[in-house]
């Protein structure tokens, strides 16, 4: 059934729930990157995950066209389709950023957010944010929706509006009631949105979509500076596999599939992301604090709260925020515990002897 959370769980896919909760953690940490620098991945990650979620529905606009129709100075006049489906991705997007805390796993926020997504898009004005009375032929990827949707479909599933609200209810029982991790349950019902196709138009950008918003809701705050779209463009000969099987193939089978998949692209998105911070990082200057923070490290070896607030006459607390940062940046190592802490050059030799 969609929505319910693979039982098949593989060395594989605890590997890359594994790297994704170790990125989240990191991620948590104060001052990874100064704020401008994250505005500035943020900006990069809306370009590449509006461009890319366009291109996977069969867009043909490139990274360039879309910064330019998002940023540039224009008056919202579309002159195709392709522009339309990009702001209605962008708009969709940054509701889904503002407001991720307000939008719940429900029919009704769902519909909403098809809604932005078809916004501009005039050829889909009839069916935006309304579920298909009907369900889709099995050969719907092969073949073009049927021109009277309402029609009755031989050997037709069950009507997919029913089978979205138990997609959703198995999904937030998962999500609320902690009965798989939040990664198989975002993969569960991403993966049901695609198997169920419910809506006419759309369905690939909104699971996509839905994914940023449930990661963004069970803690994973990383996802707006790094686009999972662009993932899976990389990849998509095997995700449009992975969205065929979803409809074609034993529904047990293809959701373990689909999930060891999709698990495998978000492993991918956090070393990239974490690739990005590094290199961040490298380039970034120090403060001038900091700088004689990290030059007494590599002058004495090793330097404590005490010892530094000593040698820079800085506020304590001024000081503690400051190595907090280089340790969070990687410059420094933090060892030892509360009035034992030292800090110094990541794998010191000295790092399991505590300071004299």
Known sequence: MEGRHTEVITPGMLR???TVDEFKGR?????????ERL???????????VGSSIRLDGAAMDDRAVERLLFGPQARAFASRDEQEAAGCADALEMVVKSWRDIGLTEHHLRLLHGFLL?????????RGRPRSQP????????AVPAAPDAALPGADPEPSR?????????????????????????????????????????GRLSRLLATLLLLK??????????????????????????????????ETASAEWAAFFLDCLACQVTTLAERIDREQRMAPLPPLSEMIFAAVRSHGRVTVRAATALTGANRNTVKAHLQRLVAEGR??????????WYELPGGVDAERPPA
Not at 30 to 35: F, S, V, Y
Request: charged share 25%.
């Open 218 to 251: 069970h803690g994973y705050a990383y996802a707006t500076c790094c686009a999972l779209d662009r993932v899976f463009e990389d990849r998509r000969d095997a995700y449009e596999l992975a969205v065929r099987r979803l409809r074609e193939a034993d529904a």
């Open 136 to 143: 889709l032929p099995q050969n719907v990827f092969l073949e």
């Open 332 to 341: 420094l190592a933090r060892r030892g515990q509360r009035k034992g802490t």
């Open 39 to 49: 505005a500035a991945l943020q900006r990069v990650a809306t370009v590449e995950s």
């Open 163 to 203: 089978r979205l609200a138990a997609l959703l209810a198995d999904a937030a029982a998962d999500l609320d009631g902690d009965r798989a991790h939040p990664l198989l349950a975002i993969a569960a019902v991403t993966g049901g949105i695609l198997a169920i196709q419910p809506f006419q138009d759309g369905n």
């Open 119 to 127: 916004r501009h898009a005039e050829r889909d004005a009839r069916h």
């Open 16 to 18: 890359a729930v594994g």
């Open 27 to 35: 991620w948590s940490r104060p001052g990874i990157l100064p704020p």
